[in-house]
């Protein structure tokens, strides 16, 4: 599927995402909303995740891109940061930690589930599935 079509199909979830934050007042971001709602379609098979495959791989291949005004808003700031520096470097890192950690947490837990299911699956069809490590 062509990569702008790709493209089109995520930025309308983003769209879709924003104005359902805004209904409900902006408590959730629109791009979280969007999001969940694009995986919810790949999920179902609404939409066809060959139809978005494309598009995600340029858009995650190039996430230098989207830093870059966040990196640049913190660089006009520097005076700003400077003078809290070691508490914006504990914040730096301890945020990291948290997110290697999440992130350890849900890959341990999808493995889980992903074996129950094989599991389950070899049990009602008698099979025995090779399980990969």
Same mark, same amino acid.
């Given at each position: 599927?062509?990569?702008?079509?790709g493209?089109?199909? +995520?930025?309308?979830? #983003?769209?879709?995402?924003? !104005? !359902?934050?805004a209904?409900?007042?902006?408590? /959730?971001?629109g791009?979280? +909303?969007? &999001? !969940?709602?694009l995986?919810?379609?790949?999920?179902?098979?609404? /939409?066809?995740?060959?139809?978005?495959? @494309?598009?995600a791989?340029f858009l995650t291949?190039n996430m &230098? +891109?989207?830093?870059?005004p $966040?990196?640049m808003g913190?660089?006009?700031?520097?005076?700003?940061?400077?003078m809290?520096?070691?508490?914006?470097?504990?914040?730096?890192v !301890?945020?990291?930690?948290?997110? &290697? #950690?999440?992130?350890?947490?849900? @890959?341990?837990?999808? %493995?889980?589930?992903?074996?129950?299911?094989?599991?389950?699956? $070899?049990d009602?069809?008698?099979? /025995?599935?090779?399980? %990969?490590d």
């Open positions: 599927m062509n990569v702008f079509i493209l089109f199909i +995520i930025l309308a979830f #983003l769209v879709i995402g924003n !104005l !359902l934050s209904l409900l007042g902006g408590f /959730i971001p791009s979280v +909303i969007g &999001m !969940l709602l995986f919810l379609s790949l999920l179902t098979g609404v /939409i066809k995740d060959k139809w978005v495959r @494309q598009a791989t291949d &230098m +891109i989207f830093f870059m $966040a990196f913190i660089m006009d700031l520097w005076g700003v940061v400077k809290d520096l070691w508490a914006w470097i504990a914040v730096l !301890l945020t990291t930690i948290l997110v &290697m #950690l999440a992130s350890g947490l849900t @890959q341990t837990f999808v %493995e889980r589930l992903v074996s129950r299911h094989k599991a389950a699956h $070899a009602k069809t008698g099979k /025995i599935i090779k399980q %990969e």
